[in-house]
């Protein structure tokens, strides 16, 4: 919170800021006798003994009526510049004149306009009020102003930035006087012409508040306001007048009047306070002389207590920098240790590695001789096991034959049951049935012998065969993901998902070989296109490998004669077979058929 300053204190130091308000560039119109017109009135009129005279001898006197429009005939004199003296005014005869002559002026010349023409008006008076305002502040005995402020445009009343005069030393910041100096521009004008000029004295101002929202009263036009470190102070009085005043005695000047001088009391108090100050100042230079010869005695004494603390200090910052460097050698110390025990420890593995290497060494010719007959041994592996699979696929398709249906485009049956490749209404559901059961079952065997494990696994059991879907995650139970692939008694959405799974294992055993499907609805046709490309290639059937496979010896007698049981059981036909597939459940019939016979052959040699 700022202090107070005194009246007395005032000075240019204390000044912080200045702002104009009621910003006015043309000087008003007066009207004649729009009221009492009287010196008193004015805030520094001159009062004289012969004014108070002649005020307490004026009689009182009725106002004209406020009808009587015309003005008197002195001031139409006035008016008109007649030349008549003031004594023949007395002889006028006030006549009022009639009624039907008096009009009173017209204050709504803007009823009838329009609303463009009134924002236009408007406009213009808003124009002609704004101006761009700058001020300077001089002081006295300074030919350059001490400060210039920047300009603030269009605005009526300008808040200018605060200031600092500290900075222009004790010669300005002392005084109690200054000079602003106001300049403004407006539209009309393309320069910058002065508006005001005030003489400030800092002891006359007048306090206005802490902020101008606290004042209620009006502002005079063209008022300055000073922001003072302790608030907002304005100068009602010296704010200049329209016209100069000028205050001039009527009486006789009298050269030998006597003036009033100061009293006998007052020259004593003023004599003593002169010897109060030169004591003073007495006393403040012999204080100074012993002061200084104090402080040359103990020169000697305070450059040793100052070269002391100045040891002390360097003796803590030395200290300090000792134990952080004995901190970084400590830390340096470890990381070496660290570092040999990390070299250490290579060598030793670069000592291991060699030795390795070594050995390496010594094993790598016969490695690479070993590599050659590896290679060939597996190439002579893959060619036999194509040929074995080319054999298996030949067996297939004589067991399985795939025939064209004559003059039907890509109509194939399996064993002589036609399969059509979309949901036929005319086929028989048996038929169908029984085709699906014979592609389900080559479609089974081909994984085994291609190594192939398919997605949607099949059990085939002829015309009820089933194919299970362990994918989708829609179906909860088991029995909701095993599909049927007959269409007799069950939905038909279910049958026809369930050839669409039969297809897909399909489409998977082709991509296998690196064989491109063209429709996944083509069945047969996609089934026979396979053991085609398996069974192109060229040169001599392999001969069938007879004997039975040689087990380890950890096999033991009793997995050996499990195995030979469970071979017997697979030979018994085309039910055996099928429940060999199904993960070694026991068959519900035996069919003794040429079929079960050649599939029991190929079992043998599987």
């Known amino acids: 919170m700022a202090t107070p300053i005194g009246k007395l204190n005032r000075r240019l130091r204390h000044l912080e800021g200045i702002s104009l308000r009621n910003l006015t560039l043309s000087r008003p119109v007066k009207s004649l006798q729009t009221k009492t017109i009287d010196d008193e009135s004015l805030p520094n009129a001159f009062r004289t003994h012969a004014k108070s005279l002649a005020l307490r001898e004026k009689k009182l006197e009725h106002s004209r009526s406020s009808s009587d429009l015309h003005s008197s005939p002195k001031s139409r004199q006035i008016l008109g510049g007649s030349t008549q003296n003031e004594d023949s005014d007395t002889d006028v005869k006030h006549t009022r004149p009639p009624r039907s002559k008096i009009r009173r002026r017209s204050t709504l010349n803007w009823t009838s306009a329009t609303p463009q023409i009134r924002q236009k008006k408007m406009e213009e008076v808003a124009a002609s009020r704004l101006a761009d305002t700058w001020f300077s502040v001089h002081c006295e005995g300074m030919a350059e102003p001490v400060y210039v402020s920047e300009m603030v445009e269009k605005t009526m009343n300008p808040d200018f930035r605060f200031f600092d005069l500290n900075t222009y030393g004790p010669w300005v910041t002392r005084r109690d006087e200054l000079t602003i100096k106001f300049w403004a521009r407006t539209e009309a004008t393309n320069r910058y012409t002065p508006i005001l000029e005030l003489r400030v004295h800092l002891r006359s101002l007048q306090f206005i508040g802490k902020s101008l929202e606290s004042f209620r009263h009006p502002l005079p036009q063209n008022c300055v306001l000073l922001h003072l470190s302790d608030g907002i102070y304005t100068s009602f009085t010296d704010l200049p007048l329209d016209e100069p005043v000028l205050a001039i005695s009527t009486g006789p000047k009298n050269a030998h009047s006597v003036q009033a001088t100061s009293t006998f009391d007052e020259l004593m108090r003023l004599s003593n306070l002169d010897d109060c100050i030169q004591d003073a100042l007495a006393t403040r230079e012999k204080l100074t002389s012993q002061i200084s010869a104090l402080l040359a005695q103990q020169k000697d004494e305070s450059q040793v207590i100052q070269s002391a603390a100045h040891s002390q200090d360097s003796l803590a910052l030395t200290n300090r920098a000792v134990s952080t460097m004995q901190k970084q050698i400590r830390a340096a110390r470890g990381r070496r240790s660290e570092l040999q025990d990390s070299l250490r420890a290579r060598r030793e593995a670069i000592r291991t590695g060699t030795i390795s290497q070594e050995k390496s060494r010594s094993h790598l010719h016969s490695a690479r ?194 195995l030979f049981l469970d071979k017997r059981k697979m030979k018994d036909g085309n039910g055996a077979l099928a429940g060999w597939a199904m993960n070694g459940k026991k068959p519900t019939s035996r069919i003794q058929s040429p079929l079960g016979r050649e599939i029991g052959h190929l079992i043998d040699e599987f």
């Open 369 to 562: 001789t070993n590599l050659a007959s590896h290679i060939s041994l597996h190439r002579e592996t893959r060619s036999g096991m194509n040929g074995q699979i080319r054999r298996i696929c030949e067996d297939l398709l004589q067991v399985y034959p795939i025939e064209p249906i004559p003059q039907k485009t890509l109509s194939f049956t399996i064993r002589g049951v036609p399969l059509p490749n979309a949901t036929s209404p005319s086929l028989e559901p048996a038929t169908t049935a029984a085709a699906l059961g014979h592609v389900a079952h080559v479609t089974q065997l081909l994984s085994l012998y291609l190594s192939a494990a398919l997605p949607y696994p099949i059990s085939p059991c002829g015309s009820f065969s089933t194919i299970y879907d362990p994918i989708s995650v829609s179906l909860q139970s088991e029995a909701a993901r095993t599909f049927p692939l007959y269409p007799k008694g069950v939905v038909t959405y279910r049958f026809e998902y369930g050839v669409f799974l039969l297809n897909s294992d399909i489409e998977l055993l082709m991509s296998k070989q690196g064989i491109r499907i063209v429709d996944l609805r083509h069945t047969l046709p996609n089934l026979k296109y396979l053991l085609t490309v398996l069974t192109s290639e060229q040169g001599d059937l392999p001969g069938r490998k007879r004997g039975r496979p040689q087990l380890s010896s950890d096999f033991g007698e009793e997995g050996e004669r499990n």
